[in-house]
């Protein structure tokens, strides 16, 4: 989760490592844990797949030099399959995957948006009915939590199909005035 998010903020600009830390930090706290140890293995990594390079080296405080990383185009074919897919994993990674790819839906198409967004919803409503399946505990701590939790994903569900319902209205808009222009 780290690399897509990582990718993603160096799509919208090119960043040295310590900013781009803090981008992490203040956009994807809730979704992700980032740290020095993580962050600079991984842009080297990167590096190394030739997803990002070093575009200058910049000087920081005290005359080090700061390198300014930049995603190129393997990185943004890298970024476009780790958003598109669907990886099988915990339901809390997969909550803060889908976190992190929300934030950079604007960098995809309409179509794959809305693909993104019926998965995801699919997702919750089975988890919902596998929840719904379950006894509910007979401690009332166990039974608080475990109710807040189904209320959680009941607002996940009415949130996701908010956005579809937004996504396809834009679309057929979209598709509406390319056909107005056609005509």
Known sequence: MLELAALGLLQ?????????????????SGCISVNYGSIYPLLKRLEERRA?????????????????????????????QQ????????????RSRFAIKFFFFSYLEP???????????MVCRLRLENRDTE???TDPYQASLWEHCRDVVQNEIQWLSQQLHRERANLSSERASVSNLNS
């Open 111 to 121: 179509e794959r948006r809305i693909k993104l967004l019926e998965h995801r919803l």
């Open 12 to 28: 919208q600009k090119p960043l040295h490592g310590y900013y781009l830390k803090q981008q992490l930090e203040l956009f994807m």
């Open 83 to 94: 958003m598109l897919e669907h990886p099988q994993e915990s339901w809390v990674n997969a």
């Open 135 to 137: 006894p509910m505990p």
């Open 52 to 80: 990002i390079s070093v575009m200058t080296e910049a000087e920081g405080e005290g005359g080090s030099g700061r390198k300014i990383y930049s995603i190129t185009e393997q990185g943004r074919i890298l970024w476009r």
